[in-house]
């Protein structure tokens, strides 16, 4: 039996003038047939980082867009995941921030390597879209989540 890897890490609800969330596409680079998922912006924290900081960081590193931790709003929910990952278990503490932006043009030219491999693709999603797709989306019930944080 693997020890999964423990970690912290900060994730952004991250919605547009139009109601719309930003989720990026991912798979397992090491496992393909496994499927994919959409999932929103954000990571693991680095040592001495607040969740606050982690959040903003890895927006700007996964989007090109720049936030300041003032920007984010309370934390919208927390959960657990555990997951593997390119052969590695993890157990994964998670906040999620709320930040409402008018629009912004996704940049991934910040992706790190490991991020090459496994983030497929990225796009925003309107509530809508959210409750009719058949698709897997991370965190669950997020639909209904970014509506009642946006109505």
Same mark, same amino acid.
């Given at each position: 039996?693997?020890?999964?890897?423990? #970690? +912290? =890490?900060?994730?952004?609800?991250?919605? @547009? =003038? =139009?109601?719309r969330?930003?989720?990026?596409?991912?798979?397992? !680079? @090491?496992?393909?047939?496994?499927?994919?998922?959409?999932?929103? !912006?954000? &990571?693991?924290? $680095? !040592?001495? $980082?607040?969740? /606050?900081? &982690?959040?903003? #960081?890895?927006?700007? $590193?996964?989007?090109?867009?720049?936030? #300041?931790?003032?920007?984010?709003?309370?934390? %919208?929910?927390? +959960?657990? =995941?555990a997951?593997t990952?390119? &052969?590695?278990?993890?157990?994964?503490?998670?906040? *999620?921030?709320?930040?409402r932006?008018?629009?912004?043009?996704?940049?991934?030219? &910040?992706?790190?390597d490991?991020? +090459?491999? *496994? %983030?497929l693709?990225?796009?925003?999603?309107?509530?809508?879209?959210? /409750?009719?797709t058949?698709?897997? %989306?991370? !965190?669950?019930?997020?639909? $209904?989540?970014?509506? +009642?944080?946006?109505?």
């Amino acid at each position: 039996m693997t020890i999964p890897l423990q #970690r +912290r =890490a900060a994730r952004v609800l991250l919605v @547009d =003038a =139009a109601g719309r969330v930003l989720l990026f596409l991912g798979c397992d !680079p @090491d496992d393909r047939v496994a499927g994919t998922w959409w999932f929103t !912006p954000g &990571g693991g924290l $680095e !040592p001495g $980082e607040s969740a /606050r900081e &982690g959040a903003v #960081r890895e927006v700007c $590193e996964e989007t090109a867009l720049v936030l #300041r931790p003032d920007d984010l709003g309370d934390v %919208v929910l927390e +959960r657990d =995941a555990a997951f593997t990952l390119a &052969g590695v278990d993890y157990a994964q503490s998670e906040q *999620f921030f709320l930040a409402r932006i008018d629009a912004h043009d996704v940049d991934t030219a &910040g992706f790190s390597d490991f991020e +090459r491999r *496994f %983030v497929l693709d990225h796009r925003w999603w309107t509530v809508e879209q959210l /409750r009719s797709t058949t698709e897997t %989306v991370y !965190p669950e019930g997020l639909a $209904e989540l970014v509506r +009642r944080l946006t109505t």
